[in-house]
């Protein structure tokens, strides 16, 4: 126990002396979490309040053009620029760029006699279908397309929103058209205004309701889903100091004068086992800490700890205690400083990315969303979602912990077998 | 583990093959150290003198015969046997950014004294090897000499029976090369077996009664010094060491 206790305070002093060292630790994640929690949040932002700038060229001069306008507008998405003339791709992707605009739509110049048309037509079928006189449907040819510009930085996803709320629009004005033609072929009149509203308008209001275990109503945000996933990151990120860290000592003299002294080498590895263990923790702890009391001095919102403070821990604890095995155990098997630091930094990349911390992993195919299953941040990110979105309890995240800790003990197991190979045990 | 009558030293019909290195090999290799001699191992650059101190320290493993420090078997993790020795690499081993102090209590952690024989043992090294003043200040800032000491107190902070000293005064100046020998001259009068290697034959003279020289592997003469020179009729190691190893560079 004192061997133990000694060598922890020599790795703990060792430590605090590197600097590099724990601004790898603690300055660069710490940095991670606070960019990325703004640029997502700058995105929700962009999407749900500053609006996405777009501009409309209208070639066309009739009423449904300027009623789908209207209606993009209404759509509450964008923030809509009219202009006029840009009909070639080159000087639409010019006024975008005047504009900051990151997206340009153009309004061909039959958009309104063909809507009228195509209306009319529909109109005189359904008239007909009632078994009513009506205007004899002549063929009407489709509407010409719209054609959306885009700036090439828009996700998909975005751009795949914007598409269905331009179609809701343009459904919008259609159907406008054609109640309009139907009431007049049966009415002789116009539609009146408020009938046509109330028609049109009358939609069924949809309510969001996040679900959690807990019955709580946490509202999801860019705090509560990047300050998990990046605290995870932050944890493996020790690798850089504990690997190389490993690899340096048996690189240095020190070591061989370990290697003669009456003392297993397995006391220094459950010494670093223990210290970086405290470190995940604390790395934890001034994340969380920063989320909760910093990030709201930033604009950003402040993140909800779960209710149950126990799973948490337990979490976070074997979350740490499996970033800390694999570290030691690249650390082991590596020869080189450059060989931990370089395996590591792109191991702990493509864990992140597998494991969903870039991608969620609902949203992965295939063999992807089989290999996350390997990643153990994706275990450690699943436990968090749970209780930091869902209001989960200890027992909700065993399902996440059991195959975290097997993947740990795979860990533990290489790194015994490798300092057996190595004749260090 | 109880000291007893046996030699410091005793390695019997020992082969060792580095695995793809085929220059450095030991085949059916005898060297015999009594207890309290101060042994001198020389020989030229890849004779195989570190390699042999490896062997004898347990961080390489002989492929045949036996290698016993007073009677007992070095090899494997024979934690025991590890506590009858002290060794003092050529190569700085100490943790740089620590203070002299903060490595003598981990590495007296280690060789397996408590907490109050490490304090002792710290206050009295850092005494008789002049670093009191910078007890508490990083080794990193240190200078060569310094570091050499602390290089060396850490090898004898557990009162080893037997010190394994290769090259310990590399690179150090004349003041502190007579303190290190006069403290090893000192250790071994209160009974420690010294083994030492170096390529500083004059200091070597000084300190060794008894001396093997090594060439390819194996061991060329050994001897009391004084009936070596006078065997071979020369009146220095130095000498000795050119007329049985040649002249020829060996790296």
């Known amino acids: ?425 | 583990m109880a000291v007893t009558n046996a030699l410091a030293v005793d390695v019997e019909h020992m082969g060792f093959k580095y695995p793809g290195n085929p220059d450095v090999s030991f085949a059916d290799l005898n060297l015999k150290i009594a207890k309290g001699e101060r042994f001198g191992l020389f020989g030229p650059n890849g004779a195989g003198k570190t390699t042999l101190l490896s062997l004898m320290t347990g961080l390489l493993a002989a492929d045949e015969g036996h290698i016993k420090l007073l009677g007992h078997e070095v090899g494997g993790q024979n934690n025991e046997v590890n506590k009858l020795f002290g060794f003092v690499p050529q190569d700085f081993s100490f943790y740089e950014e620590l203070s002299p102090v903060e490595n003598f209590a981990f590495f007296g952690a280690w060789s397996g004294l408590n907490k109050q024989a490490i304090k002792k043992r710290t206050n009295e090294l850092l005494d008789i090897l002049g670093l009191g003043d910078v007890r508490d200040k990083q080794v990193k800032k240190f200078s060569g000499g310094m570091k050499r000491r602390v290089n060396l107190a850490i090898g004898v902070l557990h009162n080893p029976v037997i010190l394994f000293l290769d090259e310990p005064t590399v690179g150090v100046d004349v003041q502190t090369r007579h303190a290190i020998i006069n403290y090893l001259l000192e250790l071994n009068k209160n009974g420690t077996t010294l083994v030492y290697t170096s390529h500083q034959l004059g200091e070597a003279e000084g300190l060794c009664e008894q001396v093997a020289l090594i060439d390819d592997g194996k061991i060329v003469a050994q001897d009391g010094l004084n009936k070596l020179l006078k065997h071979y009729n020369e009146e220095s190691l130095e000498h000795l060491f050119l007329k049985l190893t040649g002249k020829d560079y060996r790296d």
């Not at chain 1, 309004?107 to 008239?127: C, E, H, R, T």
């Not at chain 1, 309009?180 to 205004?193: A, G, H, M, T, V």
């Not at chain 1, 650390?331 to 702990?348: D, L, P």
Request: charged share 15%; net charge positive; glycine share 6%.
């Open chain 1, 1 to 425: 126990m004192f061997k133990l206790k000694a060598t922890i305070i020599k790795d703990v002093k060792v430590l605090l002396r590197d600097k590099v060292g724990i601004c790898f630790m603690f300055i660069m994640p710490i940095l991670l979490v606070v960019v990325v929690t703004s640029i997502q949040n700058s995105t929700f932002q962009l999407v749900n309040k500053n609006r996405l700038p777009i501009i409309i060229c209208n070639n066309d001069t009739g009423q449904s053009s300027k009623q789908l306008i209207i209606a993009i507008g209404k759509i509450g998405l964008f923030k809509v620029s009219v202009v006029k003339g840009e009909e070639s791709e080159k000087l639409m992707a010019d006024a975008m760029h005047q504009q900051d605009a990151m997206l340009g739509v153009i309004i061909p110049s039959n958009f309104s006699s063909k809507v009228s048309a195509k209306s009319k037509s529909i109109a005189g079928k359904a008239l007909t279908s009632f078994g009513l006189q009506g205007e004899t449907a002549k063929p009407a040819g489709d509407v010409d397309p719209l054609t959306i510009y885009y700036n090439p930085v828009l996700q998909e996803s975005i751009r795949l929103s914007v598409q269905g709320a331009l179609r809701s629009a343009l459904q919008m004005t259609e159907s406008r058209e054609t109640l309009r033609s139907l009431y007049f072929s049966i009415n002789e009149k116009q539609l009146p205004e408020s009938l046509e509203n109330e028609m049109l308008n009358n939609k069924t209001a949809i309510n969001e309701v996040p679900v959690s275990k807990d019955g709580t109503r946490i509202t999801p945000n860019a705090t509560q889903h990047n300050v998990p996933s990046w605290t995870i990151f932050a944890m493996f990120f020790i690798i850089l100091s504990l690997g190389g860290g490993i690899v340096r000592e048996k690189e240095s003299g020190s070591f061989i004068r370990l290697k003669t002294l009456p003392t297993s080498y397995a006391v220094a590895m459950l010494s670093k086992q223990i210290t970086y263990l405290g470190i995940t923790m604390l790395q934890a702890a001034v994340i969380f800490s920063m989320g909760i009391w910093l990030f709201p001095f930033f604009g950003l919102p402040a993140l909800n700890l779960p209710a149950d403070l126990l799973a948490l821990f337990v979490v976070t604890l074997i979350c740490g205690w499996c970033a800390v095995s694999y570290s030691i155990c690249v650390g082991v098997f590596a020869e080189t400083h450059e060989q931990a630091n370089g395996f590591g930094a792109v191991s702990i990349v493509i864990l992140a990315c597998i494991g969903g911390l870039m991608v969620p992993s609902f949203a992965m195919q295939g063999f992807f969303k089989s290999a996350a299953n390997i990643s153990p941040m994706h275990w450690c990110l699943q436990a968090y979602y749970t209780l930091f979105l869902e209001g989960g309890k200890l027992k909700d995240v065993l399902n996440n912990i059991i195959p975290l800790f097997i993947i740990t003990l795979v860990f533990q197991f290489l790194t015994f077998v490798g300092l057996k190979r190595k004749n260090l045990i």
